[in-house]
């Protein structure tokens, strides 16, 4: 395996940021400092060196919706955005609810090798939300997050059980909050656009009122429980109560809710409609602050791709989901006012900790698996073109702040984007 010497640039240490070369061969940080000093140089200068970013939500389409993206594609992304380990969805074709399936996608992954493809597996069987799928296949084959995400567990005593299983296997509940009542087939969010537009519309409540379920749950059974794609105020409030509470309860929200709101809905252009929907300013703010404060632990991308002839149609038709892997960190870079230690804390060393990856999440030091993404803070970009088989990015022809540069995984240098010098 080649070496390379990050020369030039500012590495995230426990002690913050400081100006050091990094030196990465056989795998790891060999050292960071004055002894670093051989392999091919790459130039680091301006840039910031931190973990590699690890997404929590991702739904790479494989097995059974290749044309949408598959597990090359959708590794491509991930470290086109900086990312070395992603949590693959199980709403696969078939769901992802038996050991076997799991272990397909892992193995998927490792062929690939550009990072690691973290299999998640299904709370009931086929997804259907009747029965409990093979937790302990699942749990054999090494899955330790379990979700029906794109759908909420509805059933209370189901939801339990699983939860009884997860808590004692120390794995960790993810639920898509929405109840299925409440959503009622609603396209976007209940407020003002969507009755100036009269369209059918989910209120914040769908995700409110499963939240508070689930957190009695949580309380009940012990289980480690994650809110994914956290999109209304009032499910802050929520989170803030239980985590003071002592609850083993994390959250995670998707760039588009930071950076977006129902107002883009106006335009009735599909590339706005996702599950939860884009909801209103002060939904957006009450996001932002959260993922400032720490409360919400998680940027996640739910990157979710799709056909342009399937997303192509009127809206009310449009399949639901948004890619995101690779404008994540711009989004969270230009919608927040993180710092960058706090972005890395944000998108890789908490989430890491949240699905229990022990090679990710690691702040760069000597000996560490050298996992990493090379950042620029400041460079401005508009998105025009994807990595991704889909391109359904409500931020393609934004502009942009924040762009990754370079990343590698397991020490390979894995993603060089085509603009960076050398
Ligand atoms: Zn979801």
């Avoid at 909050?177 to 969010?189: T, W």
């Amino acid at each position: 395996m080649a070496d390379y010497l990050l020369a030039g640039g500012s590495v995230l240490t426990r002690d913050g940021l400081v100006e050091a070369n990094v030196q990465v061969g056989n795998g790891t940080i060999e050292a960071i400092g004055a002894d670093a000093r051989s392999g091919e140089v790459i130039d680091c200068a301006g840039l910031i060196i931190g973990p590699g970013l690890v997404d929590l939500h991702a739904h790479l389409r494989e097995p059974g919706q290749e044309w949408k993206e598959d597990i090359g594609s959708a590794s491509r992304a991930a470290v086109a955005g900086g990312f070395t380990a992603i949590l693959a969805m199980p709403n696969t074709a078939p769901p992802t609810d038996a050991g076997h399936l799991a272990r397909y996608i892992s193995d998927r992954g490792t062929e690939v090798g550009l990072c690691e493809i973290v299999p998640t597996g299904c709370i009931t069987k086929s997804m259907e939300g009747q029965r409990l799928a093979h937790l302990d296949e699942l749990s054999d084959a090494g899955v330790t997050v379990f979700t029906d995400d794109g759908a909420s567990v509805a059933d209370a005593g189901l939801l339990r059980r699983a939860m009884e299983y997860v808590a004692e296997r120390g794995g960790l509940i993810s639920q898509h909050a929405e109840d299925p009542g409440l959503a009622d087939g609603g396209h976007m969010h209940e407020g003002t656009v969507s009755s100036w537009l009269g369209m059918r519309a989910l209120p914040s409540e769908a995700e409110t009122t499963i939240v508070a379920r689930d957190l009695a749950l949580a309380e009940m059974t012990g289980c480690r429980y994650h809110v994914a794609h956290v999109s209304a105020a009032a499910t802050v409030g929520l989170i803030a109560a239980a985590k003071q509470n002592g609850l083993p309860v994390t959250a995670e929200v998707a760039p588009h809710h930071l950076f977006f709101t129902e107002e883009a809905v106006r335009t009735m252009n599909p590339v706005y409609k996702m599950y939860p929907p884009l909801r209103s300013e002060a939904d957006a703010e009450a996001m932002r602050a959260a993922l400032e404060s720490g409360v919400i632990d998680a940027v996640a991308t739910d990157h979710a791709p799709h056909a342009a002839h399937e997303k192509d149609v009127p809206f009310e038709e449009a399949p639901r989901g948004v890619i995101g892997l690779e404008t994540a960190f711009a989004a969270v870079r230009t919608s927040t006012r993180l710092d960058p230690a706090a972005i890395f804390d944000r998108m890789s060393v908490r989430p890491a900790r949240i699905a229990g990856l022990s090679r990710h999440g690691r702040i760069p030091a000597t000996g560490v698996a050298a996992n990493l993404a090379v950042v620029d803070m400041d460079e401005q970009w508009t998105p025009t073109k994807f990595e991704s088989k889909s391109a359904n990015s409500p931020f393609a022809g934004v502009r942009l702040t924040g762009r990754p540069k370079y990343t590698f995984f397991e020490g390979a240098l894995v993603w060089r984007d085509q603009e960076a010098g050398q």
